[in-house]
């Protein structure tokens, strides 16, 4: 369907363009993605008013959970650790009174924001007020909100997630977690399952509160629950829910075998949860690393363009989710993600060593992409010993990239 021109305010942000899609084609229920309108709630709100079912949380869901300071707020309530931060600071002077009681180093973040947009470090006050101008301009740009609060920044952190799913009778299930600690620019690059650090009696209080937050809200269909864990003090935090299913929902179903869009639809269907918490079991691992149309070796230059070859990876233990097919054009309007390729085995080096193979099989020809990166990152010790944090890729793996380069080492 043809929803308008290529410009998003123009077409996939437009929620009566989408409304109008669904009916002309005669669509019971529309289903909205990880992207554009997924954690909008006047999208759900427009389909309960034509008739259509939303593939998702109700609208009460979505806005609870979108205020991240409404959210931090009810957690604390409820008893779940968040981590030390303000209330909204409306201008730079407020913003300095609080960075001085939560100390430095401070994080800044949109008040409704999402996927890394309006988030700067702060490391000292000299830098505050030039950031914190920056900060509050990217999450008007991004979110149409210039709101911001600030949290204290943890360097040595990891970032989990929990995945849950509910339905309107009230049952509440979860799925353990997700590691996505490996980031750039607080997108998550490559995802995990089991997270190598967490123990089995942290794993059991990280999912427990997700389910509480979950069920104190009475949330239905996917979820997702995430928390910083500091690993200097063994101590995890709450920083937000996204009410949506996201890019890596694969690895949750590569390691417990439960297919997560099809109880998404079971659910909006008026269904119960077709499983109970006692039949989730963790299999094995998973990783997933994020195929981009972007050159590494450009500071991740966006690489729109034609793809000449499309041959992905075949084997046990590996799964491609694309779009993608030789002689496809990949455009320059939005996000850059091709694939999302998963490899699965009975311990986590077993997935290591069929993500190298699947890397090294994958042939993309006509446009760069982010797949030599991972094969490099595969062998870098301080991940296959899972010493990283959520500013490893950044401080560490991308300068010893760029070195073997230089020094004509790269590994292909």
Not at 136 to 147: I, L, P, V
Not at 185 to 209: A, T
Request: proline share 5%.
């Amino acid at each position: 369907m043809c929803i308008g021109p290529a410009k998003a305010t123009e077409s996939y942000l437009k929620v009566g363009t989408i409304i109008s899609a669904a009916l002309g084609t005669g669509a019971d229920a529309v289903h909205p993605g990880y992207g554009f309108l997924a954690e909008q709630p006047g999208l759900p709100e427009a389909c309960a008013q034509n008739g259509l079912i939303f593939i998702g949380p109700t609208a009460d869901n979505i806005r609870k959970m979108g205020d991240k300071l409404q959210a931090r707020k009810m957690a604390h309530e409820l008893g779940i650790p968040v981590i030390p931060g303000s209330e909204l600071v409306k201008d730079f002077e407020a913003a300095a009174k609080a960075a001085e009681k939560v100390g430095y180093p401070i994080l800044l973040k949109a008040a409704a924001g999402g996927g890394g947009k309006g988030m700067k470090i702060v490391e000292g006050p000299k830098d505050l007020k030039m950031i914190f101008v920056e900060a509050s301009a990217e999450a008007r740009a991004a979110f149409g909100d210039d709101r911001i609060y600030i949290e204290h920044f943890i360097p040595n952190a990891r970032h989990i997630e929990v995945q849950i799913i509910a339905d309107s009778f009230g049952n509440v299930v979860h799925l353990f977690e997700r590691d996505c600690s490996i980031q750039r620019r607080y997108q998550k690059m490559v995802e995990e399952s089991p997270s190598p650090v967490v123990s089995s009696g942290l794993r059991q209080e990280i999912c427990r509160s997700a389910v509480s937050i979950a069920r104190h809200i009475k949330y239905e269909n996917a979820g997702t629950v995430e928390f910083i864990f500091d690993q200097d003090q063994r101590q995890f935090y709450f920083i937000e829910m996204n009410t949506r299913i996201q890019v890596e929902h694969p690895v949750t179903e590569m390691v417990t075998g439960i297919d997560l869009v099809k109880e998404q639809i079971r659910i909006a269907a008026g269904q119960a949860v077709s499983f109970q918490q006692e039949a989730v079991r963790v299999m094995g691992h998973a990783i997933e690393c994020r195929i981009n149309a972007e050159s590494p070796e450009d500071q991740f230059r966006p690489c729109p363009g034609k793809i000449e070859q499309w041959i992905p990876p075949e084997g046990q233990g590996i799964r491609v989710d694309s779009h993608c097919y030789s002689g496809y054009f990949v455009p320059p309007f939005y996000d850059s993600l091709l694939a999302k390729l998963i490899t699965n085995g009975s311990n986590r080096l077993e997935a290591v060593d069929r993500m190298k193979y699947a890397l090294a099989k994958f042939v993309v020809s006509g446009i760069s992409t982010t797949m030599p990166f991972y094969q490099f990152m595969l062998k870098h010790s301080d991940y296959l010993n899972g010493k990283v944090n959520t500013r490893w890729m950044e401080d560490v793996l991308l300068q010893d990239y760029a070195r073997q380069r230089e020094a004509g080492r790269f590994y292909q």
